[in-house]
């Protein structure tokens, strides 16, 4: 019995589709380049629109909160009809909304360009972490965190956009960023044709159905780990709003830097959470999801608590550190989830990227309020505290995935006959094996 597993998981992991994990990793580089592009131009637009940091919040607030709002309703229908070519059409309005970004003259405009681009995110994510999950060959949690790591690394690909090419040449240049939008829809549409074949040959069976599992968790014990999760990313994005928002303005403020510095030291930053991404699939894949949550979150708690007292030089050692710590946790806590409510990868999906995103956007518009009243270095000693609520991973039960292989798959609500046929089949060859 224990060959006969082995066999298959190593099956499993030859079926796991690089190309397709890098090519739909690479286009969430191209997404979030360009949504990282937006907060790392706000010294910019802060001097040419004379905003304040309230309203760079509402900024922030109006990308991620089309983001939040809106992901979880596209998960929920793509669990249903999933559509394969929406990936093209949500990175399109993210290349209208950097075109409109380019052009702007009011504060309402950059409002409405920031939306764009935050509705085109929230098209993307679910759908794409439905690809990434239908390409892992089993090994989902290696799966989410290469296809998040094109994220982050995107993510810090915004800063360098802005210091060597936005701040030299101004804000027109930012049309130039529509090319990396117009490369995705590229991309993008070849993938949805992979996506089409590969729903054909399943026979209309959609991936948030293969393979399902039973977690032998309560219904109430389920919907208390999601508010525990919930919590956890709580935490963790409404620090990090703290960082990807108003780092640079923290470095400049307190040790006089330039802008061009403190966006390269961002960068750094940005870097260091896209190391850490790729970490906390594979080890939450080896070790169990929950053990990655907990040290991820309240383990960054002591060098959160140093940084506000660092020097220059140690201020930009321990914010890699709490990049690569904190930034674990976001793919364990999403396959942990997709393991909690099996057969609803688009739902859940959503539901935590859109909620990330939303904590993201409502935590700079709260930092930037408080910013404005207590100065932003006030703001990083309150903040260094967040991760305490780390605590209640505690209470999250035994990790599904530790236990998953000895479980039945079973589909959540399979109403069609195919459906039925499916898990038939699956029992059948798992018998033979």
Request: charged share 10%.
């Amino acid at each position: 019995m224990i060959a006969g597993r082995t066999s298959a998981e190593a099956q499993a992991k030859e079926r796991t589709a690089f190309a397709v994990l890098a090519a739909i990793s690479f286009s969430h580089l191209l997404n979030d380049t360009i949504q990282s592009l937006i907060p790392a131009i706000y010294p910019i637009l802060k001097s040419t629109f004379a905003l304040s940091f309230g309203q760079i919040g509402l900024m922030t607030l109006a990308l991620m909160l089309t983001a939040s709002l809106l992901q979880p309703v596209v998960g929920f229908y793509a669990d249903r009809r999933p559509t394969p070519y929406s990936l093209v059409v949500g990175m399109g309005f993210s290349l209208v909304g950097l075109l409109l970004l380019s052009v702007a003259a009011a504060f309402a405009t950059l409002l409405l360009a920031a939306a764009l681009v935050g509705i085109g995110s929230s098209v993307f994510h679910p759908e794409s972490s439905r690809v990434a999950r239908m390409a892992s060959g089993g090994r989902h949690g290696l799966a989410q965190s290469l296809f998040q790591v094109g994220g982050n690394v995107g993510s810090s690909f915004g800063p360098l956009l802005a210091a060597f090419l936005v701040v030299p040449r101004g804000q027109s240049s930012i049309g130039w960023c529509a090319l990396l939008a117009l490369l995705g829809m590229v991309i993008l549409w070849k993938i949805g044709g992979w996506y089409r074949i590969r729903r054909s040959a399943a026979s209309g069976a959609s991936s948030s159905s293969l393979p399902g599992r039973r977690t032998h968790v309560s219904s109430r014990r389920v919907g208390w780990s999601i508010a525990i999760l919930a919590a956890l990313i709580f935490s963790k994005y409404f620090y990090l709003a703290s960082l990807n928002s108003y780092y640079t303005f923290y470095l400049i403020s307190r040790f006089h830097v330039s802008v061009r510095t403190a966006q390269i030291d961002l960068f750094v930053f940005l870097g260091a959470v896209a190391a850490g991404t790729i970490l906390g699939g594979p080890l939450g894949d080896r070790f169990g999801r929950k053990y990655v949550i907990w040290g991820s979150i309240l383990g960054v708690l002591p060098f959160t608590l140093l940084l506000p007292h660092a020097s220059l030089f140690w201020t930009s050692i321990l914010s890699v550190v709490i990049g690569l710590i904190l930034a674990s946790a976001f793919s364990a806590i999403v396959v942990y989830a997709q393991e909690l409510v099996p057969g609803r990868v688009g739902l859940i999906s959503g539901v935590f990227f859109g909620f990330a995103f939303g904590m993201g956007g409502l935590g700079a518009a709260v930092l930037g309020r408080l910013a404005d009243v207590v100065g932003i270095e006030s703001v990083y000693k309150l903040c260094a505290f967040l991760p305490m609520i780390g605590l209640l991973a505690a209470f999250l039960p035994d990790d599904t995935s530790r236990r998953s292989r000895d479980i039945e798959p079973a589909f959540a609500r399979a109403p069609s006959s195919a459906k039925a046929s499916t898990s038939a089949k699956a029992t059948v060859n798992r018998t033979a094996v």
